[in-house]
């Protein structure tokens, strides 16, 4: 039953992301689809148009199941031997200064997030 939960949040979730393409196909607009998707179920749970219940449980399984989602794209990426050859360096302070900006945005949405609860 559990299961069947997870799967229709995610699916509830994928529409969203739909419906961000389906606007951004039509506006033209230079904004990623799924930023669309994520901004329109934000104004929607803000709206109480849809309860967080309703997507709690997928979107939990979507964020600890998120390493699986870019492992392909790290493959690519290290594939591409004279990419790293010129730029290595370049790429590496990048990729340790967006993990250090992640993980900080992250702990502090968690922070927030854990002190909005207790209250």
């Known amino acids: ?3 069947l939960i997870i799967i229709a949040q995610v699916i ?8 961000g393409m389906l606007i951004n196909h039509m506006s033209g607009l230079p904004i990623p689809s799924g930023i669309i998707g994520m901004i329109l179920l934000l104004a929607a749970l803000y709206l109480k148009i849809i309860k967080l219940k309703w997507v709690e449980m997928g ?5 600890a199941e998120l390493l699986l989602f870019f492992v392909p794209s790290a493959v ?3 594939q591409i031997h004279d990419l790293f050859s010129t730029l290595g360096l370049k ?9 250090i900006i992640v993980m900080g945005a992250t702990a502090y949405t968690a922070e927030k997030l854990y002190e909005r609860r207790m209250k």
């Open 1 to 3: 039953m559990k299961l």
């Open 59 to 63: 979107a939990s399984w979507l964020l």
């Open 91 to 99: 790429f590496l302070a990048i990729i340790i200064i967006s993990i």
């Open 12 to 19: 509830l979730i994928n529409c969203f992301f739909l419906l």
């Open 76 to 78: 690519g990426v290290v």
